[in-house]
């Protein structure tokens, strides 16, 4: 009577522990990062390289993701406004909705989506290829060379994306507002300095810096630990770390944009 | 002038998911020496070069290097031990982001700090050595297996370690690599006198480069000597391995 609950909670028990010892390992790896962060001598072509490979790379997707972001945006925004008289509103209302949530969200995962998966392999590759098992016996460290650069050079990149991202936005909600629906380019940007506010560009920069860590910490992460888990240490298991980076990533974009909004609502 | 032990294993004990891989290993080698660990294939061969080289931590036992024991230092006391090692990797572990250029003089840019003027020519000397002139340029990815190795020896002993650790050098190589292998290890253990293990199960050809043989067998040292106390061996396993005769196991 008692033996099968004793195998659930012998497997609920299993699944807590091995949940928080990946918890731990995963707060360590994000100390051990900020640790190295203010321990130079950085790798400085290591760092252009990953900032090309980051920033530049992923200009293309945010460019059109921003535009239609913006287009939509002012689509939605522009027959809400209409029915209160509001239209006047447009432009701030497109403005504030991308510098405050959209621009750093769809930026950080956008760079997820491109760069962070990529990472998650290369590194994971690195590890079954033991490349990095050959740094570390060269007596290097293996953060220096691997997980670093890709750090700083994602809090380099993710502000300048998004605020790229922003502005691409606001001009894509120019066209559908202004050239399609009809509404005066100077209605458009008449009270957006006064609405938008500095507060509101540095909540957004404050949500693309935190987004910058969350991705390269969870990408890192997970290329670097491959295997060392029941998953094993071939093709199969940097296939499941580039997969779980993707998710968990998005995932804790997410609640830190809730719990990062709370705080300066 | 008597020879001093800089390699001591004792009593190495190491579970991977659940299996008893080490099962309390001991091994000596001497300095200049150059040994050779012989096992079937999965026999824990890779894992025990892993705990000389400090990647693995044993879950019981001590590993000495030149008396230290490695197993018990911080990351900054190991990596002063290993700034005496060079490691050919099983996969050659080159770093496929580079040239060979970039590669080998990997650890003479970062670890050794030299200037370009003094690391080019001796990059250029290593690839001479190893027989890889006009491949500077080359990613690894388009050199075949045999060139791939040769150029990982060449990073693993450019800054002339007192120690190489060799992880199966000739695994998936065609004979006459094999032998081209088995002779640049020869020919440089002689010329820079490191000392040397050589994880193989190149039967009988590792007996002709090795000066001692170990044969690890079911998670210990079955046998420890020379190549002639291999092949006259009486212990079954020694002979089962090194006849490659299953069937004296049995007997």
């Known amino acids: 009577m008692i033996r099968p609950f004793k195998a659930i909670f012998k497997a609920i028990g299993s699944e807590s522990v091995s949940f928080l010892r990946g918890l731990g390992k995963m707060g360590i790896f994000l100390f051990d990062t900020i640790v190295y962060f203010f321990a130079p001598p950085y790798k400085h072509n290591l760092i252009v390289r990953q900032i090309w490979f980051l920033g530049n790379k992923s200009l293309t997707v945010i460019i059109m993701t921003g535009a239609f972001a913006g287009m939509v945006l002012s689509l939605q925004l522009f027959y809400t406004l209409r029915k209160f008289g509001a239209v006047s509103l447009l432009g701030p209302g497109v403005a504030l909705s991308l510098i405050r949530e959209l621009g750093p969200v769809f930026t950080a995962i956008m760079v997820t989506g491109r760069g962070g998966s990529a990472l998650t392999a290369e590194i994971g590759i690195m590890r079954i290829s033991e490349q990095i098992d050959a740094i570390h016996v060269m007596a290097l460290n293996p953060f220096n060379y691997v997980v670093l650069p890709n750090f700083i050079a994602a809090v380099i990149c993710l502000p300048l994306l998004t605020a790229i991202f922003d502005v691409v936005g606001i001009y894509g909600g120019y066209l559908v507002g202004v050239k399609l629906l009809g509404v005066s380019s100077g209605v458009y940007f008449a009270q957006m300095r006064q609405i938008v506010g500095m507060e509101n560009i540095n909540l957004g920069i404050y949500k693309s810096l935190a987004f910058a860590v969350i991705v390269t910490w969870v990408c890192c992460y997970k290329g670097y630990s491959v295997g060392s888990d029941s998953t094993g240490f071939g093709a199969r298991a940097v296939s499941k770390a580039t997969t779980d980076a993707v998710v968990s990533s998005s995932v804790l974009i997410l609640v830190g944009d809730y719990i990062i909004g709370s705080f300066f609502i | ?251």
Do not use: W
């Open chain 2, 1 to 251: 002038m008597e020879k001093k032990l800089l390699i001591e294993v004792e009593a190495l004990h190491k579970t991977i998911d659940g299996e008893h891989v080490l099962k309390g290993v001991n091994l000596s080698v001497l300095e200049g020496g150059l040994m050779a660990i012989i096992g079937k294939s999965g026999g824990g061969k890779s894992v025990l070069i892993k705990h000389l080289t400090g990647l693995m931590k044993p879950d019981s036992g001590r590993v000495l290097i030149d008396g230290v024991d490695i197993t018990r230092l911080g990351m900054r006391e190991l990596n002063e031990v290993r700034k005496s090692f060079g490691v050919l990797f099983q996969s050659g572990a080159l770093f496929d982001y580079m040239t060979v250029y970039e590669n080998i003089s990997f650890p003479l840019r970062e670890r050794l700090k030299l200037r370009e003027s003094d690391i080019r020519p001796r990059v250029f000397e290593a690839l001479r050595d190893v027989d890889l002139q006009g491949t500077e340029d080359k990613y690894p990815s388009e050199l075949s297996g045999g060139m791939k190795k040769r150029a990982a020896l060449a990073r693993a002993i450019i800054t002339n370690p007192s120690i190489v650790f060799f992880d199966e050098p000739t695994t998936g190589l065609d004979p006459i690599l094999k032998h081209s292998i088995h002779t640049l290890i020869k020919d440089n253990h002689a010329r820079y006198g490191f000392t040397g293990i050589i994880v193989s199960h190149e039967i009988p050809d590792i007996f002709y480069v090795a000066s001692s043989i170990a044969l690890l067998h079911d998670g210990v040292v079955a046998l420890s000597g020379t190549s002639r106390d291999m092949v006259d061996s009486k212990i079954p396993e020694v002979r089962a391995f090194v006849h490659s005769n299953p069937n004296l196991v049995m007997t």
